[in-house]
T-cell receptor
């Protein structure tokens, strides 16, 4: 029973490049959430998606950040023109269709900006 | 929106003693409160959760209590072991959708 799969585990980018982070939810889960964790801090909600729909993006910066969860394939968090402040661990979580179910996290992608 | 505060930020206990971590939340409509354990460099792992229609829930050495009137909930770990050492996060799901709002974490150290 595979859990939430994220890749890559580590990603290094230079300032101004693009970063693409991928998340495949657990089997049977149709809700995906992205959270950001800065070193020594808690997790901050970014965006909540269902297949082909963004449900809540209230935690995502208006510029440079975008997310999608297509009908086929993983959810993608895309950061354009990365800056040093984007360095963080980005975690994806998934939950089943029914609201109020527990969210299970992937291993995260650690993004480092040179 | 929801705001979750967590105390203490660090906690050191002797092996075998109990540990208690407390959280308060602001949104009185919040209805779901999970606790996650995160070891260094690893994913947050759900260890226990409680819903607003329940006052207490227990799973072996771990228990969570919820006081809806005071808007606070607590994690209790009894008979602590060195492998309980980790950062623990509380979270709350408010009335504005399905997202979780996390506390700032408690770094628990269990001394052998």
């Amino acid at each position: 029973n595979a859990g939430v799969m994220q890749n890559p585990r580590h990603l290094v980018r230079r300032r101004g490049q693009e970063a693409r982070l991928r998340c495949s939810p657990m089997k049977g889960h149709s809700h995906v959430y992205w959270y950001r964790q800065l070193p020594e801090e808690g997790l901050k909600f970014m965006v909540y998606l269902q297949k082909e729909n963004i449900i809540d993006e209230s935690g995502m910066p208006k510029e440079r950040f975008s997310a999608e969860f297509p009908k086929e394939g993983p959810s993608i968090l895309r950061i354009q023109q990365v800056v040093r402040g984007d360095s963080a661990a980005y975690f994806c979580a998934s939950s089943p269709r029914d609201l109020g179910q527990p969210q299970h996290f992937g291993d995260g992608t650690r993004l480092s900006i040179l | 929106g929801e705001n979750v505060e967590q105390h203490p930020s660090t906690l050191s206990v002797q092996e075998g003693d109990s540990a208690v971590i407390k959280c308060t939340y602001s949104d009185s409509a919040s209805n779901y409160f999970p606790w996650y354990k995160q070891e260094l460099g690893k994913r947050p792992q759900l260890i226990i959760d409680i819903r607003s229609n329940v006052g207490e829930k227990k799973d072996q050495r771990i228990a969570v209590t919820l006081n809806k009137t005071a808007k606070h909930f607590s994690l209790h770990i009894t008979e602590t072991q060195p492998e309980d050492s980790a950062v623990y996060f509380c979270a709350a799901k408010g009335s504005s959708g399905d997202k979780l709002t996390f506390g700032t974490g408690t770094r628990l150290a269990v001394r052998p």
